[in-house]
C-alpha cells in the first residue's frame, strides 16, 4: 500500500535517455521502488521504518503505527536494519517468484519493507565484503519465525547461481526443512506447527554467491513432549504422519493400526483422544517427508530403521506394568514386548528385564533391583525420551552429513537462527525456564552488537558518539547462569546431593540464596500484596520481558533427564543401525553423573554466542497480532506485550540516540536534487559538495544535521517529512516539464522517421506501379494479338494458333449459359444458341439439364400430389386425342368424392355402408323410354356402381357385369353404362350425363380395375333399352348445348364447338 502513492521516479537528463529502453511496467516497477514513497500516506499506512517516529520513546505511538499498517495488509516494519513482521494469518500474495526478482539486487532501502528485501542486502553485504553474517530470527510460538525462516531459504534457492551441482545442494537445503519440522515440531496451544527445539543453520556459499553446503545445530529438544502433553497439544508430527500416512505393508511390518487413539503417547491424559488439528494434513506431509528423505539420499535401511524406532516408541508407550504380591513391577507377555524386541532387535526377555530392574554395584558384584511400578513407568518413559532424542541428534547429524561440503577452500556463511521466543503459559515449567534464558542471554547479546554497530557507524563518519540509556539485562543472566550462586547451579548441586532432595527442597535453596534480589521473589520472600498471586511451589522473575512465574513441580526430574546404566546396556544390544549408533559401547559409562539438562544448555548458549559474536548480526522480530490466529484482527494488550519483552522500544532508542535517519550522498543527492537549482538536473561536483549545497538551500539548522564521511546524518524526522512533503509538490512540476520535453523529442523523432519512411514508400510504390504498368501493357499486347490470330482461324482444326481463342469462346459461351438456364421444363425456347465448336456439347448438357429439372421436379412432389398426377396419368392416357373437351379437364384436380357422407340418405347408406363407398357424384340420368330426364346420385363402391333416387336405389350394376361404357368425341359430358342383360326383366343400359365426366370415369377404371373399358365413340352409340330392344342416342356439334328427342326417336345431344375438336380433325 505505501508505495501507491509514488507518482514519478528518478528524474534527471541519464534517467530520460534509459526511458527509451525500458519497458513500462518496468519504469512503474522502478518508479514504486523508493522506500520514501510511503511517507506520504504515512497519516493512513503508518510509517515503514519505527527511525522515523517522533515519538519514538512512546510505547502507544509504536503500537498505532503497527496496527495502521497491519489494517493495510503491510505486516514488515523496520527499525534501521531489524525487520517486524507481524503474522497475518492468511495468504497475502507476496512471495511470488515476481516479488523475488523485484527485490534481487535493490539498495535496502529502495522497496518497501519485506523478507526479501532484508534476505538480500544480508547476501549482498556477504559478497562484497567476504565476512560472515547471521539472522534472528524470535518471537513466541505462532509468530511465525519457521515461516519466516522457510522464505529466506526459498530466496535464497532462487536468487543463487544455479547448476546442477547447486541445484542438488539447494533442493536438500529446502527439503531439511520437512524432515526436521517432522521430527522436532509439534501442535501446541498457540501454534499448529510450533519448533520444540532451537535451530542455527549455517549456509554456505562460495565466492561466486553459489549454496555449496549447510550445517545445522540443534539446542534443547522437548523430549518430554514425546511422553506427556498438554491438554489440546499433540507429539511431535512423525507420530501421525506415520500412523495416518504410511503404507498398509509398512504399518503391517511396524505392528502398527491407523488410529492414533490406540497409542498412550499420542492420547490426552485423562480424556483417551488425540487433539485434532484441522490445518495440519499428516497424509500429505508424510509424502513429503518420504520424499525428501529420499532427495536427501538416506539409505532405505537407514529409513526402515528410522521408522521401526518411530514405531517402537508407540509400543513402549502401550507397555503396561502390575504389581505382584510384593507390590514389584511385572510385564506380562504383550504383543508390545514382541513388537519391540523384532523393531530394536533385541530379545523380549533382555527388555524384560531391563525395564522392571535396575542394577546396583555392591561392593564388587552387581545386584539386580527390582522396580515399583511407579520407577518402571519412569524407567520406560525414560527410555522412551533417551531413544528419540538421540535419534533427533542422529537425524541432524546425517543432515549435516548430507549438507556437507567438501570442497576446502574459504567459504562465506549466513547463519539462521530460528529460536524460540519468550514464552508466557498459565503454568511455566522448566522447559519455558530454559527458553527464557535463551532469550535473556539473546536480548543481551543483541543490545551489546547494535550498541557496537551504531558506535562503529558513528566513529566510521566521524561523528560524535552520546552514551544511549537502556536496560542491561546482565543482572538477570547472572542470577540464572552465575557460577556456584546461579539458579542454574542451585537446581544442579539440588539434583547431584546425596539424600532426598526435591523440587521443594530446590525452592528453599533458591529462597536462602536469592532472597533480596531485586529480580527474584517466591511466596515467602513477597510481601503481602504480592503473596497472593504466588503458590508455595512458585518462584517469579523479573525478566527484561516482564515478570513470568515458574512452578518447580518437576524441575529435578527434567533438569536429571537421568538413563539407568543397565537400560543403555540393553539398547546397545540392539540390532537396529542407529539405535547402535546412538548408543554405542565406546560411550563413557562411568560412575560419575553426567551432565544435567540445565548445564548442557548453558554451555550450548555459550557456543551458539561464540558463534553469533563472530559473525555480523541482522534480525527479524516476528509477532502475533492475536491468540485465535485470526486474519484482521489486531489485540492491543498482547502486541504491546510482545513490543516488551522482543526488546523493540529499546533498539528503537538505541537507533535514534543520535540521529534517526542517515543515507549515502549519492542516495540523498539523487532524490532530492529537483529542490534545488544548482543541484538540478547534474551536479558538477562530489556528492557531499551536491549535498551540502542542498541542506543549504532547503535552510536546515547546524543542529538538525551532520556531514559524515559518507553519510548525511538528519536528526529529527520531522525534518525529512518536510524535505519529502516539498519534493512531492515539485516532482509533479518536474515531472510535466521532463514528459513535455520527452513528449516533444519523441514526437520530432517520430515525425523525422516517418518523413523518411514516407520518402522512401513514395518512391519504391511509383517504381512498382511502372514496372507493373509496363508488364501489363506487354501482356496485353500479347493476349490482343492471340486473340486476333485465333478469330481468324476460328474454323479451322484445333491448332496452336486457335487453342487459347476457342477455349475463351467455350468459357464464354458456358458463362452465359450459366446466366441464362431455362427456369421450368417447358420452357423450351431459353437455351442458348451454341457456337459451332459447342454443338454437340450443348446438346449433351441440353439434355442432362432437362433431366435435372424434371428430377428436381418429381423430387419436390408430395404424395398427395403424386396420387393426383398419377390418376391424372390414367385420365390422360384414355381421353387425351379423343375426347374433344378433355384438355379443360386437365387443370382441374380430382376429388375423393363429390358427394359426401351426411348428403347420402341414411337408408341408402345403412344399406351400402357395408361394401365401403369409394366415389360419388350427382348426375342427370335419362330414362330409356321417352328420355325424360332425371337427377340422381351415382354412387362406387367396392363391388358395384349404385344410381340412387334420395332414398332409394333405384340400380345396381356389379362391376363383373359391366361391359363397357361409351363417350362421345365432342365436348359434351354423356356416358352410356353398358350393362350384360340376361333377363328381360333386368335394366338395360344407363344414359347418363354428368359435369365431372372424366374424374368420375377415371374413379370408375380404378374402383372397377378396368382400364379398357371406356370406349370413345363418333356419331351416335347404341344401347340396351332392354333384352332385345335397342335405342340410340346421336351426337353433333352446334351453335349452342341442346338436348332433344329426335324425330327418328333418338336422344339427340349437340354440344358446342371448341378448339380441341379442330385439333382433333386435323
Known amino acids: 500500500m505505501q508505495i501507491t502513492t509514488r507518482k514519478t521516479g528518478h528524474s534527471g537528463t541519464g534517467h530520460m535517455k534509459t526511458l527509451k529502453h525500458v519497458s513500462l511496467e518496468e519504469r512503474c516497477n522502478r518508479i514504486l521502488r523508493d522506500m520514501e514513497g510511503s511517507l506520504t500516506a504515512r497519516d493512513r499506512v503508518g510509517i515503514q521504518d519505527f527511525v522515523l517516529l517522533d515519538a519514538y520513546t512512546s510505547e502507544s505511538a509504536v503500537l498505532d503505527n503497527l496496527r495502521k499498517r497491519f489494517n493495510e495488509n503491510l505486516i514488515y516494519t523496520y527499525i534501521g536494519t531489524l525487520l517486524v513482521s507481524v503474522n497475518p494469518y492468511k495468504e497475502l500474495g507476496i512471495y511470488t517468484k515476481k516479488q523475488m526478482d523485484i527485490y534481487m539486487g535493490v539498495n535496502f532501502f529502495e522497496l518497501p519493507p519485506h523478507i526479501y528485501a532484508?534476505?538480500?542486502?544480508?547476501?549482498?553485504?556477504?559478497?562484497?565484503?567476504?565476512?560472515?553474517?547471521?539472522?534472528?530470527?524470535?518471537?513466541?510460538?505462532?509468530?511465525?519465525?519457521?515461516?519466516?525462516?522457510?522464505?529466506?531459504?526459498?530466496?535464497?534457492?532462487?536468487?543463487?547461481?544455479?547448476?546442477?551441482?547447486?541445484?542438488?545442494?539447494?533442493?536438500?537445503?529446502?527439503?531439511?526443512?520437512?524432515?526436521?519440522?517432522?521430527f522436532g515440531n509439534a501442535k501446541t496451544l498457540k501454534n499448529d506447527n510450533s519448533s520444540r527445539f532451537g535451530k542455527y543453520m549455517d549456509i554456505q556459499f562460495d565466492h561466486m554467491g553459489g549454496a555449496v553446503g549447510g550445517h545445522i545445530l540443534s539446542y534443547l529438544l522437548e523430549k518430554s513432549r514425546v511422553v506427556h502433553q498438554n491438554h489440546g497439544e499433540r507429539s511431535f508430527h512423525i507420530f501421525y504422519q506415520l500412523v495416518e500416512g504410511g503404507e498398509e505393508d509398512l504399518l503391517r511390518w511396524l505392528g502398527l493400526e491407523r488410529n492414533c487413539q490406540r497409542y498412550s503417547y499420542l492420547v490426552q491424559v485423562g480424556e483417551g483422544e488425540c487433539a485434532k488439528v484441522s490445518s495440519v494434513n499428516d497424509k500429505s506431509d508424510w509424502k513429503t517427508v518420504r520424499k525428501a528423505l529420499s532427495v536427501i539420499e538416506f539409505s532405505e535401511s537407514n529409513i526402515?530403521?528410522?521408522?521401526?524406532?518411530?514405531?517402537?516408541?508407540?509400543?513402549?508407550?502401550?507397555?503396561?506394568?502390575?504389581?505382584?504380591?510384593?507390590?514389584?513391577?511385572?510385564?506380562?507377555?504383550?504383543?508390545?514386548i514382541h513388537w519391540l524386541s523384532k523393531l530394536l532387535g533385541i530379545p523380549a526377555q533382555v527388555i524384560q528385564v531391563g525395564l522392571t530392574h535396575r542394577k546396583i554395584e555392591a561392593r564388587s558384584e552387581e545386584v539386580l533391583s527390582p522396580f515399583t511400578v511407579d520407577q518402571a513407568v519412569y524407567a520406560k518413559d525414560a527410555l522412551a525420551k533417551a531413544i528419540y532424542g538421540r535419534t533427533f541428534t542422529w537425524l541432524v547429524?546425517?543432515?549435516?552429513?548430507?549438507?556437507?561440503?567438501?570442497?576446502?577452500?574459504?567459504k562465506t556463511v549466513i547463519g539462521l537462527l530460528d529460536i524460540y521466543g519468550f514464552e508466557v503459559f498459565s503454568v511455566n515449567s522448566f522447559e519455558q525456564f530454559c527458553i527464557n534464558y535463551c532469550n535473556e542471554k539473546l536480548q543481551q547479546l543483541f543490545i551489546q552488537l547494535t550498541l557496537k554497530s551504531e558506535q562503529e557507524e558513528y566513529e566510521m563518519e566521524g561523528i560524535e558518539w552520546e552514551s544511549v540509556p537502556y536496560f542491561n539485562n546482565k543482572i538477570i543472566c547472572d542470577l540464572v547462569e552465575e557460577?556456584?550462586?546461579?539458579?542454574?547451579?542451585?537446581?544442579?548441586?539440588?539434583?547431584?546431593?546425596?539424600?532426598?532432595?526435591?523440587?521443594?527442597?530446590?525452592?528453599?535453596?533458591?529462597?536462602?540464596?536469592?532472597?533480596?534480589?531485586?529480580?527474584?521473589?517466591?511466596?515467602?520472600?513477597?510481601?503481602?500484596k504480592t503473596r497472593k498471586t504466588l503458590e508455595r511451589g512458585d518462584f517469579r522473575l523479573l525478566h527484561y520481558a516482564g515478570e513470568v512465574t515458574y512452578s518447580v513441580v518437576g524441575f529435578l526430574d527434567k533438569n536429571n533427564d537421568l538413563l539407568y546404566r543397565n537400560i543403555k546396556e540393553v539398547m546397545r544390544q540392539s540390532k537396529n543401525a542407529i539405535v547402535k549408533h546412538c548408543f554405542p559401547s565406546t560411550e563413557p559409562d562411568s560412575k560419575k553423573r553426567p551432565e544435567t539438562v540445565a548445564t548442557q544448555f548453558k554451555s550450548s548458549l555459550v557456543g551458539l554466542t561464540e558463534i553469533l559474536m563472530s559473525k555480523e548480526p541482522w534480525y527479524v522480530r516476528c509477532m502475533k497480532p492475536n491468540e485465535g490466529k485470526q486474519p484482521g484482527l489486531f489485540d492491543d494488550v498482547l502486541v504491546r506485550h510482545q513490543v516488551k519483552y522482543l526488546g523493540l522500544m529499546e533498539h528503537l532508542r538505541v537507533r535514534r540516540a543520535g540521529f534517526a535517519y542517515r543515507r549515502r550522498y549519492e542516495i540523498f543527492l539523487q532524490r532530492y536534487k529537483p529542490l534545488c537549482p544548482d543541484t538540478w538536473p547534474n551536479w558538477k561536483g562530489t556528492a557531499a559538495e551536491g549535498v551540502e549545497c542542498l541542506v543549504k538551500h532547503l535552510g536546515y539548522k547546524p543542529d538538525e544535521y551532520k556531514m559524515?564521511?559518507?553519510?548525511i546524518f538528519i536528526r529529527h524526522p520531522r525534518t525529512l517529512f518536510a524535505t519529502e512533503d516539498a519534493f512531492e509538490v515539485c516532482?509533479?512540476?518536474?515531472?510535466?516539464?521532463?514528459?513535455?520535453?520527452?513528449?516533444?523529442?519523441?514526437?520530432?523523432?517520430?515525425?523525422?522517421?516517418?518523413?523518411?519512411?514516407?520518402?522512401?514508400?513514395?518512391?519504391?510504390?511509383?517504381?512498382?506501379?511502372?514496372?507493373?504498368?509496363?508488364?501489363?501493357?506487354?501482356?496485353?499486347?500479347?493476349?490482343?494479338?492471340?486473340?486476333i490470330k485465333g478469330f481468324m482461324t476460328r474454323n479451322q482444326p484445333a491448332c496452336v494458333d486457335n487453342t487459347e481463342y476457342l477455349a475463351f469462346v467455350r468459357q464464354n459461351y458456358l458463362t452465359r449459359l450459366k446466366e441464362n438456364l431455362p427456369k421450368t421444363v417447358v420452357d423450351k425456347n431459353t437455351w442458348l444458341t451454341p457456337p459451332p465448336i459447342m454443338q454437340e456439347a450443348s446438346q449433351m448438357l441440353r439434355k442432362l439439364y432437362t433431366r435435372h429439372m424434371v428430377r428436381r421436379y418429381v423430387q419436390g412432389i408430395m404424395t398427395e400430389r403424386k396420387a393426383q398426377l398419377q390418376i391424372k396419368g390414367l385420365t390422360s392416357s384414355i381421353f387425351k386425342g379423343t375426347k374433344e373437351n378433355y384438355p379443360h379437364s386437365v387443370g382441374i384436380p380430382f376429388v375423393d368424392t363429390r358427394i359426401s357422407e351426411e348428403d347420402i340418405h341414411i337408408k341408402v347408406y345403412q344399406m351400402i355402408r357395408q361394401e365401403r363407398i369409394k366415389y360419388s357424384v350427382p348426375v342427370v340420368k335419362y330414362d330409356r323410354n321417352g328420355f325424360r330426364?332425371?337427377?340422381?346420385?351415382?354412387?362406387?363402391?367396392?363391388?358395384?356402381?349404385?344410381?340412387?333416387?334420395?332414398?332409394?336405389?333405384?340400380?345396381?350394376?356389379?362391376?363383373?357385369n359391366l361391359k363397357g361404357v361409351s363417350v362421345s368425341t365432342l365436348s359434351d359430358n354423356f356416358l352410356i353404362l353398358h350393362v350384360q342383360c340376361e333377363d328381360i326383366k333386368q335394366k338395360g343400359d344407363l344414359v347418363l350425363q354428368c359435369d365431372y365426366l372424366f374424374e368420375a370415369l377415371t374413379k370408375l377404371c380404378l374402383v372397377a380395375n378396368k382400364h379398357n373399358f371406356i370406349k370413345v365413340v363418333q356419331g351416335s352409340v347404341k344401347f340396351d333399352i332392354q333384352p332385345g330392344r335397342e335405342g340410340f342416342v346421336d351426337f353433333k356439334s352446334g351453335q349452342e348445348t341442346m338436348i332433344y328427342r329426335a324425330k327418328n326417336g333418338h336422344l339427340m345431344v349437340e354440344s358446342t364447338r371448341t378448339k380441341s375438336r379442330a385439333m382433333i380433325q386435323n
Open 933 to 960: 330426364p332425371r337427377f340422381r346420385q351415382l354412387i362406387y363402391t367396392g363391388s358395384a356402381a349404385y344410381l340412387v333416387e334420395e332414398a332409394k336405389i333405384k340400380q345396381r350394376v356389379e362391376f363383373n
Open 708 to 711: 559524515g564521511r559518507t553519510k
Open 397 to 410: 547429524n546425517e543432515l549435516n552429513e548430507s549438507l556437507a561440503n567438501k570442497d576446502s577452500s574459504r
Open 731 to 787: 516532482k509533479h512540476e518536474l515531472a510535466t516539464r521532463i514528459q513535455a520535453k520527452y513528449k516533444g523529442y519523441r514526437v520530432k523523432g517520430d515525425y523525422m522517421r516517418q518523413r523518411q519512411a514516407a520518402t522512401k514508400i513514395e518512391t519504391c510504390w511509383r517504381g512498382m506501379k511502372a514496372r507493373r504498368e509496363r508488364e501489363k501493357r506487354a501482356w496485353a499486347v500479347k493476349v490482343i494479338k492471340r486473340f
Open 118 to 182: 532484508l534476505a538480500d542486502n544480508v547476501y549482498r553485504t556477504m559478497l562484497t565484503e567476504t565476512n560472515n553474517h547471521f539472522i534472528l530470527i524470535s518471537g513466541e510460538s505462532g509468530a511465525g519465525k519457521t515461516e519466516a525462516s522457510k522464505k529466506i531459504l526459498q530466496f535464497y534457492a532462487v536468487s543463487c547461481p544455479s547448476t546442477k551441482l547447486l541445484d542438488n545442494v539447494r533442493d536438500r537445503l529446502l527439503l531439511s526443512n520437512p524432515v526436521l519440522e517432522a
Open 304 to 336: 526402515e530403521s528410522l521408522f521401526a524406532i518411530i514405531a517402537s516408541v508407540l509400543h513402549l508407550g502401550n507397555v503396561t506394568f502390575v504389581a505382584d504380591s510384593q507390590g514389584y513391577a511385572t510385564l506380562n507377555n504383550s504383543p508390545e
Open 483 to 528: 557460577k556456584f550462586k546461579g539458579i542454574i547451579s542451585v537446581l544442579d548441586e539440588e539434583c547431584l546431593r546425596p539424600g532426598e532432595a526435591t523440587d521443594m527442597t530446590f525452592l528453599e535453596k533458591l529462597e536462602e540464596k536469592m532472597g533480596g534480589h531485586p529480580h527474584f521473589v517466591t511466596h515467602k520472600l513477597a510481601d503481602q
